[in-house]
């Protein structure tokens, strides 16, 4: 099967009880830092990447979503993205983490 691509969600993260509601926004990093969250179209890669290939077909997956750091206590790896990979064919996932 081909590789399928999804189309671009953005996705908003809203603190759903008082302990997220008490995060505050980082202070240190630029400000589009948590706002970089989205399921779908193509990863916003912050480094060159080699796109990830399923371990069990061989085909190369589909990006699926990517994750942003969310302040300066939660935070991947100096202001990061977790990128999502998924193989539609074997359901099988990978995923890594990219900073500045």
Known sequence: MSKIRIPLFKLTAEPLD???RKIVKS??????IGTRHKLGGEP?????A???V?????????????LDSISDEICLADAGLVYV???????QTAS???SY
Do not use: H, R, S
């Open 54 to 66: 399923c371990n069990g077909c061989g085909e190369q997956m589909t990006f699926y979503g990517q």
């Open 27 to 32: 202070e240190w990093a630029a400000p589009e």
């Open 96 to 98: 890594f983490i990219q």
């Open 85 to 91: 990979f998924v193989c539609f064919d074997c359901f």
């Open 44 to 48: 916003l890669f912050i480094q060159k």
């Open 50 to 52: 080699k796109w990830p």
């Open 18 to 20: 008082d302990e997220a």
